[in-house]
Nanobody, 122 residues
Framework: QVQLLESGGGLVQAGGSLRLSCAAS????????MGWFRRAPGKDREFVAA????????EYTDSVKGRFTISRDNAKNTVYLQMNSLKPDDTAVYYC???????????????WGRGTQVTVSS
């Protein structure tokens, strides 16, 4: 079983940056494919980015390409989401997810964090 804990959210002006972290813990030391999703007010949960087990492959939703970077440090069981050039439309609760396969839909993931709020002011 895996537990996920997001951190790093906050309030930032448009054009600013934040780095989200997701620390994974559990009884068994195992690496998963990791993903980030977000839920904006009044919207469904949306895929943001994912990274493969070794970090060699990444996927991004079109709206964040060139601005967000997902990375992972397997020694720390942590995945990061570096968010640059933030826009008000990026305002959402960001969720970390872990799964056995790389997926672009929530159903592809087995474990979820509670989320961290990112608010981008205009």
């Amino acid at each position: 079983q895996v537990q996920l804990l997001e951190s790093g959210g906050g309030l930032v002006q448009a054009g600013g940056s934040l780095r989200l972290s997701c620390a994974a813990s559990g009884h068994t030391p195992i690496s998963y494919t990791m993903g980030w999703f977000r839920r904006a007010p009044g919207k469904d949960r949306e895929f943001v980015a994912a990274i493969s087990l070794t970090g060699g492959n990444t996927e991004y939703t079109d709206s964040v390409k060139g601005r967000f970077t997902i990375s992972r440090d397997n020694a720390k069981n942590t995945v990061y989401l570096q968010m640059n050039s933030l826009k008000p439309d990026d305002t959402a609760v960001y969720y970390c997810a872990a799964g056995l396969i790389m997926a672009l839909i929530p159903q592809g993931y087995d474990y979820w964090g509670r989320g961290t709020q990112v608010t981008v002011s205009s």
